[in-house]
């Protein structure tokens, strides 16, 4: 089985303090992976770390056997093959809907603007928005902006889809949206790596789920174990509280 | 809608009439009793302000003569039009002077239309700057050689207000995306370069530029006074306009640039397609003002002996066959600015409402 990701041996600092502590982790090609773990435990770091939004300090990170570091040309490529979704959407807002689906094409591989609005609105319409196609991000829920987010990353044709939190900014009647689009991405086989507190959605498409806490991966498991059955007393105690919130 | 809000209002009397409703209005409370009061006082102080400009003036065109009563003499500006807007310009080419400001006019309003934004303005501003100055300067085509010594008046005004703010902008923007940098020396040569000219008056700049410069340079470097003067004016716009800039940088979320680089945009692309667009977006208001002080600050340039529109009407007002013309002549350039001025203004208002509804 080709890995989609792999990375071994990663070490992460902001300055003095350890933020990701030897993490070992791997993805498969097609594979749903949910990270959860309480707050500060170095979630976010891990998923921006595998497209370089943060610049890992040991350990190597491979995203479809391409390794990240200094090598640009690298760099590239991996953006190329990843996607990602951000909490708090991240849409331009000086552009339209359909502009912030097709700009992104045409500035990082040349598309020609037909195409590249041709191939907005085609994502658009996956994610039901293509209505919108001519507002501005400003003008819609935060649902709809999510989906938004959702397309233009699809746009570009990812093998794999990094999530942090997609759904925690979002109003609680609009949740459900954006996570319905979610499971009719992983439906068509997309490689998704997905940081979130949402539970149910982890039952649902998750084929292993991955606890962290302090920097350092708890436990990794299929979603029936890991919440019927945890191994780790920190997951206990996690998914406890959960269960209490 | 509105009748709600003034029954609202006006709850102790049941039905206000147009006198009580009048008195509330204008003497409603001390403040706007003593606004009022202001208000009628200045209309009286400019009744003869009034009288003087528009109902005693002389408006015919015709010699000196025809001024002697009160009014202003407005037959002066007929007589020295040429003068004040085109300067030391020699008379049988001015067509070509006024042709520069015609152009400069059609690609300002070019600049306006949203969609001409981006590299296609570039060219067009290159393109219609280079026919500008040989339409000036002359010497080709049959047109005679107009020396820039010569140049002055409106044309001068505009070019010196447009180039200065046009060619400072960009290195605004990298002034100020090196004061952000992460390099040390970029961060460095930025500020110094921003403090240092923004810790001098533009008059000393001016000077500095027009008069010692050429006695460090070697005598055969002969730079225009002119083009010296414009590149004075440059820099200091640029200084100003990065703060500005600056500031729009910094309101700028981080996800935005997170977002492009997600997105495999090149860095040079998301400065120039994401981030630029909403920093500027964001500034607006401090923009315009910058180049509202800089069209005025154009001015100046008459310390060093540059001919713009102001010390061109100066210089018509010294005639002294006209009676102490120089009230008309101050008026009439003040007219010119006054417009300028008020129509960035109402440009830039116009953006900001473009912006707001977009946001909602
Ligand atoms: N840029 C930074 N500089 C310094 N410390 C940081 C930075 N980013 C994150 N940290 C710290 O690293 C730790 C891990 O942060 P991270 O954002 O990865 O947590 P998380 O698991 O995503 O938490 P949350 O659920 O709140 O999003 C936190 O303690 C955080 O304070
Ligand atoms: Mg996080």
Same mark, same amino acid.
């Given at each position: 089985m080709t890995r989609a990701i792999e990375v071994s041996g990663l070490n992460k600092y902001y300055g003095t303090?350890?933020?990701?502590?030897?993490?070992?982790?791997?993805?498969? %090609?097609?594979?749903?992976?949910?990270?959860?773990?309480?707050? &500060?435990?170095?979630?976010?770091?891990?998923?921006?770390?595998?497209?370089?939004? *943060?610049?890992? !300090?040991? &350990?190597?990170?491979?995203?479809?056997?391409?390794?990240?570091?200094? +090598?640009?040309?690298?760099?590239? %490529?991996?953006?190329? %093959?990843?996607?990602?979704?951000?909490?708090?959407?991240?849409?331009?807002?000086?552009?339209?809907?359909?502009? +912030?689906?097709?700009?992104? =094409?045409?500035?990082?591989?040349?598309?020609?603007?037909? %195409?590249?609005? $041709?191939?907005?609105?085609?994502?658009?319409?996956?994610?039901?928005?293509l209505d919108q196609a001519d507002k501005y991000p400003g003008q819609l829920s935060g649902g709809q902006q999510q989906r938004v987010a959702?397309?233009?990353?699809?746009?570009?044709?990812?093998?794999?889809?990094?999530?942090?939190?997609?759904?925690? $900014?979002?109003?609680?009647?609009?949740?459900?949206? @954006?996570?319905?689009?979610? /499971?009719?991405?992983?439906? *068509? &086989?997309?490689?998704? @790596? /997905?940081?979130?507190?949402?539970m149910g959605f982890a039952r649902q498409v998750a084929d292993r789920v991955v606890y962290m806490e302090a920097g350092e991966i708890v436990e990794t498991a299929a979603p029936a174990t890991f919440f019927d059955s945890p191994q780790d007393d920190r997951s206990r105690r996690f998914l406890s509280k959960l269960v209490t919130a | 809608?509105?009748? +709600?809000?003034?029954? $609202?209002?006006? =709850?102790?009397?049941?039905?206000?009439?147009? /006198?009580?409703?009048?008195?509330?209005?204008?003497? &409603?409370?001390?403040?706007?009793?003593?606004?009022?009061?202001?208000?009628?006082?200045?209309?009286?102080?400019?009744?003869?302000?009034?009288?003087?400009?528009?109902? !005693?003036? =002389?408006? =015919?065109?015709?010699?000196?003569?025809?001024?002697?009563?009160?009014?202003?003499?407005?037959?002066f500006i007929h007589a020295k039009l040429r003068l004040i807007l085109f300067g030391l310009y020699p008379p049988e080419a001015q067509w070509r002077a006024f042709t520069v400001i015609v152009l400069i006019i059609a690609l300002v309003l070019a600049t306006l239309w949203p969609r001409l934004w981006g590299l296609r303005i570039i060219g067009l501003w290159a393109v219609g700057l280079a026919v500008m100055l040989v339409l000036m300067q002359g010497g080709v085509f049959g047109m005679s050689y107009v020396p820039t010594s010569k140049w002055g008046g409106l044309p001068i005004t505009l070019l010196l207000a447009v180039l200065s703010l046009g060619l400072g902008f960009p290195i605004a923007v990298v002034l100020a995306l090196g004061r952000r940098s992460k390099l040390p020396v970029a961060r460095a040569v930025s500020i110094l370069m921003i403090e240092l000219v923004r810790g001098l008056p533009l008059v000393g700049l001016l000077f500095v530029a027009a008069i010692l410069l050429p006695l460090f340079l070697p005598p055969d470097w002969t730079i225009d006074k002119l083009g010296r003067t414009l590149a004075a004016l440059t820099i200091f716009a640029a200084a100003y306009l990065a703060e500005v800039i600056r500031g729009g940088l910094q309101g700028l979320s981080g996800g935005q640039v997170e977002a492009a680089q997600a997105l495999g945009i090149p860095y040079w692309k998301t400065v120039w397609h994401i981030v630029l667009p909403q920093a500027i977006q964001k500034v607006i208001p401090p923009l315009t003002n910058?180049?509202?002080?800089?069209?005025? +600050?154009?001015?100046?340039?008459?310390?060093?002996?540059?001919? !713009?529109?102001?010390?061109?009407a100066r210089s018509a007002a010294t005639d002294p066959a006209w009676p102490a013309p120089s009230t008309e002549a101050y008026l009439f350039v003040a007219a010119i600015y006054f417009i300028i001025c008020t129509a960035i203004g109402w440009y830039s208002q116009h953006l900001e409402a473009g912006v707001k509804a977009r946001s909602h």
């Open positions: 303090f350890h933020a990701l502590r030897d993490v070992d982790f791997s993805v498969a %090609e097609g594979e749903r992976v949910v990270i959860c773990g309480p707050s &500060g435990s170095g979630k976010s770091t891990l998923i921006r770390c595998l497209n370089r939004l *943060e610049v890992h !300090d040991a &350990g190597t990170i491979r995203v479809r056997g391409i390794e990240l570091g200094d +090598n640009l040309r690298n760099l590239d %490529e991996v953006r190329r %093959e990843a996607g990602m979704v951000f909490q708090h959407f991240n849409l331009f807002p000086h552009l339209t809907v359909l502009e +912030n689906c097709a700009l992104p =094409q045409i500035l990082s591989r040349r598309t020609a603007r037909a %195409e590249a609005e $041709a191939r907005g609105r085609d994502f658009l319409e996956r994610v039901q928005i959702i397309a233009r990353a699809l746009c570009m044709r990812p093998k794999v889809m990094l999530f942090d939190e997609p759904t925690s $900014a979002l109003d609680p009647e609009m949740i459900r949206e @954006v996570l319905d689009t979610m /499971v009719t991405l992983a439906q *068509e &086989g997309m490689t998704m @790596v /997905v940081v979130t507190h949402e | 809608m509105t009748n +709600n809000r003034t029954n $609202a209002t006006a =709850q102790p009397s049941t039905s206000p009439s147009m /006198v009580s409703r009048g008195v509330r209005i204008f003497f &409603g409370s001390w403040l706007s009793a003593l606004l009022t009061l202001l208000s009628v006082a200045i209309i009286l102080a400019l009744i003869p302000a009034f009288r003087w400009a528009v109902l !005693d003036a =002389q408006w =015919q065109a015709g010699p000196p003569e025809l001024c002697h009563g009160a009014g202003a003499c407005w037959s910058t180049a509202i002080v800089m069209v005025k +600050n154009t001015s100046l340039v008459l310390i060093v002996g540059v001919f !713009d529109i102001l010390s061109a």
